[in-house]
């Protein structure tokens, strides 16, 4: 099992669309999660952090479930500008050093 | 100038080459890493170092090899390419003393063809 698995997509929404993207990951002992974000041809940036509580920065929301190891992310009202490929990250099984899933494609279009 | 720079940006070599990959880095941060990535494959790490003297093997590193020159600079080698070598490399660095935990700030990226 690959440590970190998510749905490759493409996802293809209208703009103003809400889109969840969820993820699972094998290292029941990871504390690190995160979703980054990667434009076509262009080195991945960090979306956000993912925290046990949940988080929420403007649009997009991010979640954790520990007892069935996934993490999601939800991205209200689409804009055109949120298409790229967005990348679910945790630790290796070491813990240490980040592992990535293979991305799923948002093209969101008008 | 950006913070972490990859050199080249673009190569294409000959099956059986030595290549070098450069990436230095001005954000002062101990941690550095070296991903691979594929069409369909995602991101995949190669090497890691923690520090000058640290070295580590990530989930491919079979035909690679790596040196810290110093802090600020992890140089990727391929002794001698072959074509499913062909990629894009991306060098990222790390400093979890610095807040954001595990966040990797990466280079433009290396686009490397083994022909």
């Known amino acids: 099992r690959k440590e970190v698995e998510q749905d490759p997509g493409p996802f293809n929404v209208p703009e103003g669309a809400t889109v969840a993207f969820n993820c699972t990951y094998s290292?029941?002992?990871?504390?690190?999660f995160f979703w980054y974000r990667q434009d076509c041809r262009k080195e991945p940036k960090l979306l956000m952090s993912?925290?046990?509580s949940g988080n929420e920065d403007g649009r997009f929301t991010a979640q954790l479930n520990r007892a069935s190891q996934y993490i999601s992310l939800l991205i209200r009202d689409s804009k055109l500008s949120d298409s790229a490929t967005y990348l679910c990250?945790?630790?290796?099984?070491?813990?240490?050093?980040?592992?990535f899933g293979k991305g799923t494609t948002l093209s969101v279009s008008s | 100038d950006a913070d972490v720079t990859q050199t080249p940006r673009n190569r294409i070599t000959k099956t059986g080459k030595r290549i070098m990959l450069e990436c230095s880095q001005t954000?002062?941060?101990?941690?550095m890493y070296w991903y691979r990535q594929d069409p369909g494959l995602g991101l995949r790490l190669i090497y890691y170092?923690?520090?000058?003297?640290?070295?580590n093997k990530g989930e491919i590193s079979d035909g690679y090899s790596v040196s810290r020159q110093a802090q600020a600079k992890f140089s990727l080698s391929l002794e001698s390419a072959i074509p499913n070598q062909t990629a894009l490399y991306f060098c990222?660095?790390?400093?979890?003393?610095?807040?954001?935990?595990?966040?990797?700030?990466f280079g433009e990226g290396s686009r490397l063809t083994v022909l």
């Open positions: 990222a660095t790390s400093d979890p003393r610095q807040g954001n935990t595990g966040e990797l700030f």
């Open positions: 290292n029941s002992a990871s504390q690190s």
């Open positions: 993912v925290y046990s």
């Open positions: 990250v945790s630790l290796n099984q070491a813990g240490t050093a980040l592992i």
């Open positions: 954000k002062g941060h101990d941690r």
């Open positions: 170092s923690f520090d000058v003297k640290d070295i």
